[in-house]
């Protein structure tokens, strides 16, 4: 995605239809909606040449950190505004790319994309724990 | 939508609930936890907090398949198990839940008035109806196939894809003897819709409509939840997570398969 303008219509459309698809209270869905779309942004803002993993896991602290202060604010538990944004940074696509590559014989590919996927995934992860620290969850949820 | 009322405060607050009264109450609430996508260390951190407030001593053990509770009060101990058979994300329950922990914690909520509350969420009708949940799978998968550097009519054909798995998921295969099917079939309608196209549009990528269609249903999130839990020294849980995604991926992968070999047995017949 070259353009600036798709990029950010396609993480605000993909941040509200992943908040619909996980029933986010009504009341929330636009902050939801604002909170979701940023990690995406960034993610695709970042330069090329940065570590797969090391770019989750910066998106994945923007995420974590944004949803803990709407959850301060809102009383609301903080995974209402957490899970639809990260949800556009996990690694789906390597996941089902790598199983797939298994599958035709291609280990090498598999091996790669499959590295690639587990990078990610410890990324977005410790962005979320350390997002927890940065800024302390609620009491309840 | 079920709101939460407030009730009217006693002058001395809700009465302190009876062992087994409270012990039913933290049964209820941890499996509708579990079941609308809590991860386990909060249920069981949601527990303690419950039983700190109410005045027991609580040990809970949450994994996504149980919640083994403990609670203790003046030399009497009561233990329980819960069973959780399905699970998914309902941020709109878990809002709804959140409200009564802080009511109770607050004392504003009494344990029995709370019970009531929760025997009515087997009711509450979802936030967003039918067709707009359709909606967003239309939605979802053309901005994934964007994203992944897609053709506009490729985007286009996303959207049906979208539809099928929102609607395959939500709607049809969810209850509990069908569950283990949905991933499959999830999978072969997808595959099956995409090599459909590319024989009527040969300039299509089929591997990327694939994609796009099915990466709305890989546990990309069951992993991260995992990796979180483990961090977490949740081992058993986060294990038992880890071990549903490789299921899920599994299921899914074999889909695909499942339909290139047919294809493959079909053309190889001259069809």
């Not at chain 1, 909170?35 to 995420?63: E, Q, R, T, Y």
């Not at chain 2, 798995?165 to 949905?182: E, G, M, P």
């Amino acid at each position: 995605m070259e353009h600036t303008g798709t990029m950010i219509l396609a993480a605000i459309l993909g941040a509200a239809a992943f908040a619909i698809a996980f029933r986010t209270p009504r009341r929330y869905f636009g902050l939801t909606v604002l909170i979701g779309a940023c990690p995406f942004i960034l993610l695709k803002l970042m330069p090329h040449d940065w570590n797969v993993g090391f770019g989750s896991f910066l998106a994945a602290l923007s995420a974590g950190c944004l949803s803990h202060l709407a959850a301060r604010f809102t009383k609301a538990p903080a995974q209402c505004f957490l899970i639809p944004g990260v949800i556009l940074l996990v690694p789906g696509t390597y996941i089902y790319r790598a199983f797939n590559a298994a599958l035709g014989r291609r280990f090498d590919d598999a091996l790669t994309i499959g590295l690639s996927a587990i990078a990610i995934t410890v990324g977005v992860s410790f962005g979320v724990l350390l997002a927890n620290w940065v800024v302390p969850s609620r009491k309840t949820l | 939508m079920t709101s939460l009322n407030p009730i009217a405060l006693d002058a001395d607050g809700p009465k302190k609930p009876s062992l087994d009264e409270f012990v039913a109450f933290l049964r209820r609430i941890s499996s509708l936890l579990i079941q609308s996508g809590c991860s386990s260390n909060r249920v069981e951190l949601l527990a303690q907090l419950l039983g700190e407030s109410c005045g027991f001593e609580v040990e809970t053990v949450a994994v996504p398949t149980a919640v083994w509770i403990t609670v203790r009060h003046e030399g009497r101990t009561l233990q329980d198990l819960t069973r959780v058979r399905k699970w998914s994300i309902d941020l709109d329950r878990l809002a709804r839940l959140n409200e009564l922990v802080e009511s109770i914690h607050e004392r504003q909520l009494s344990i029995a008035d709370a019970n009531t509350r929760l025997k009515a969420e087997d009711h509450a009708a979802p936030p967003y109806g039918k067709g707009l949940t359709l909606l967003a799978g239309a939605i979802s998968s053309p901005v994934l196939i964007m994203s992944y550097g897609g053709s506009p009519i490729e985007i286009a054909l996303g959207a049906p894809i979208g539809v099928m798995i929102q609607y395959i998921n939500k709607y049809t295969f969810s209850s509990d003897t069908r569950r283990y099917l949905v991933d499959f079939i999830s999978a072969v309608v997808v595959a099956t819709y995409a090599y459909t196209c590319r024989a009527l549009i040969p300039d299509i990528d089929a591997p990327l409509l694939i994609i796009g269609g099915i990466v709305v249903v890989v546990p990309g999130l069951t992993l991260v939840n995992a990796v979180h839990e483990v961090a977490q020294k949740n081992l058993v849980s986060g294990a038992a997570k880890l071990l549903e995604a490789l299921v899920i991926t599994a299921s899914l992968g074999f889909g695909v398969a499942f339909v290139l070999a047919v294809l493959q047995i079909l053309v190889s017949r001259g069809y």
